[in-house]
């Protein structure tokens, strides 16, 4: 069985509409990508899947849409201004722009710039002559810090005054509104916020495909604890997030813990989610302990009290946050890697299948007729009674094998043939996809049959 390289899958999404290049037609801008009708619809079951699993079947979870545009204190509260930053270099010799922390990384996989300081990389840089990747000379500039928000200004003056920032991250769009929702929901500690939307971030580094955008998806998830319950709140989230990916389809053996050494201004203990990409470990879900920072500086910014009163010990304290947050065009690339194969068939033949679960899906059944002029009226009558159920397809040119190679080939789970049986007692053809085994059904169980494969509850 032969898997696909990050080349051939990029291919793949733009041969079938899951993935374009975006701006296209003007050459393309680096690092943005646009969705195509399948990719949309397979992100979209990506995100209803982290709601049913994050939101639906939890207690005291609640989703929220927060604006991308917030007040730039927001920001300043949050430390983003000041410590939201990469630490860049220029090459002297070919002028291109390079951060240091992953020159040193990989120059020296066991070096380890993440707890460097800013002089300790440039040190390293300089007593190990790492080369420019592009022109192979080591004469760079020194270190500067960039800030990777992107800014843009409000009203008609440009000035840095009305500066406003499209915001790096959603969780700051939950912290502003606890107290919100700690008054409507009329809930206790520990409560979760949850939030599916999109960041930006000003980055310079290579993407690898959609593994690292300038702007992305972000499903993040922020529980509200006494202090005490965090550690264990964490672990569990640790957790929590292995059964989530296990839930979506990717193997347990590609995927592993990288616990941080070097903690983001606002962390106590910080440990990623890696997949193993076909260029490596790449992180797809972050957990982090913030404390009580978040909330502290949004009460010292704002002058409003973020104190909690807890009823039970009539103690007033501010909540400290355990936040689980997902990426999701990152998840999205893995479950392709994961599901994506070319298999041998007998007879030397070879199919291309996307071995997704039915769950993520974009298209959940394909309707063929066997004969085009004798089996279509009846077939359009199944499609359209499907179609208010599922995501259905219609597919009435070639043979039948290359109908269901393309079903496959986009991984849709089922095939339905319709045949003289169904004109004659009502029951078709049902393919699965991935044992290609067929069986008969009855065209009024139809719907029932496939449903209980597409129900969230079905994998648990
Ligand atoms: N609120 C915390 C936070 O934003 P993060 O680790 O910086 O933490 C969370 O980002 C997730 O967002 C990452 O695990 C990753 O999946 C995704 N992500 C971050 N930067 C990204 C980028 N440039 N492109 C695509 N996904 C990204």
């Not at 063929?368 to 009226?377: D, Y």
């Not at 496959?408 to 007692?425: C, E, F, S």
Request: hydrophobic letters at 35%; proline letters at 3%; a negative charge.
């Amino acid at each position: 069985m032969k898997k696909f390289s990050m080349e051939e899958l990029a291919a793949y999404c733009n041969q079938y509409g899951f993935i374009f290049q975006g701006s296209e037609i003007y050459g393309g801008l680096a690092n943005t990508w646009d969705y195509g009708p399948l990719g949309t619809r397979m992100k979209n079951n990506l995100k209803d899947a982290w709601r049913y699993y994050f939101i639906q079947k939890r207690d005291y979870s609640y989703e929220i849409d927060s604006d991308i545009l917030m007040n730039p204190t927001v920001w300043e509260a949050s430390g983003h201004l000041s410590s939201f930053t990469d630490p860049l270099l220029d090459c002297k010799e070919c002028k291109t722009r390079h951060r240091a922390d992953n020159l040193i990384n990989a120059f020296d996989t066991s070096a380890n710039a993440d707890a460097m300081t800013q002089a300790e990389m440039l040190g390293y840089i300089i007593d190990n002559k790492i080369p420019c990747p592009r022109c192979g000379k080591s004469n760079f500039t020194d270190i500067r810090q960039f800030n990777l928000m992107f800014a843009t200004q409000r009203g008609v003056t440009q000035s840095n005054t009305n500066n406003i920032y499209l915001r790096p991250e959603n969780a700051q769009g939950e912290y502003v509104n606890y107290l919100n929702v700690l008054r409507t929901m009329r809930t206790k500690l520990p409560f979760s916020i949850g939030q599916i939307g999109k960041a930006f971030r000003n980055e310079i580094t290579p993407g690898n495909f959609t593994f690292r955008t300038i702007e992305f998806e972000q499903m993040e998830f922020q529980t509200f604890c006494k202090e005490g319950n965090d550690e264990e709140l964490y672990d569990y989230f640790k957790e929590y997030g292995i059964e989530f990916f296990e839930f979506l389809g990717l193997n347990k053996e590609k995927l592993r813990y990288h616990d941080h050494d070097k903690l983001a201004h606002y962390a106590k203990a910080a440990c990623d989610i890696e997949y193993l990409f076909p260029f490596g470990w790449g992180e797809i879900n972050g957990t982090h302990n913030r404390t009580n920072f978040d909330l502290t500086r949004h009460q010292e910014y704002s002058g409003k009290s973020m104190e909690y009163f807890d009823e039970q010990t009539q103690e007033k304290y501010i909540p400290y946050i355990v936040e689980s947050t997902y990426g999701v065009d990152r998840i999205f690339l893995a479950v392709l890697f994961e599901a994506l194969v070319e298999e041998e068939l007998d007879k030397g033949e070879t199919r291309q299948v996307l071995k997704v679960s039915p769950l993520l899906a974009p298209i959940k059944v394909n309707v063929l007729p066997l004969i085009k002029k004798r089996h279509s009226e009846k077939a359009i009558e199944i499609y359209n009674m499907l179609k208010k159920h599922f995501m259905v397809s219609f597919d009435d040119s070639g043979n039948i094998g290359k109908r269901y190679r393309r079903g496959d080939v986009i991984g849709t789970p089922y095939a339905i043939t319709v045949d003289n049986n169904t004109l004659d007692n009502g029951t078709v053809t049902l393919r699965d996809r991935d044992s290609m085994k067929q069986i008969t059904v009855f065209t009024h169980e139809l719907v029932e049959y496939i449903g209980k494969t597409l129900n969230f509850s079905s994998i648990l």
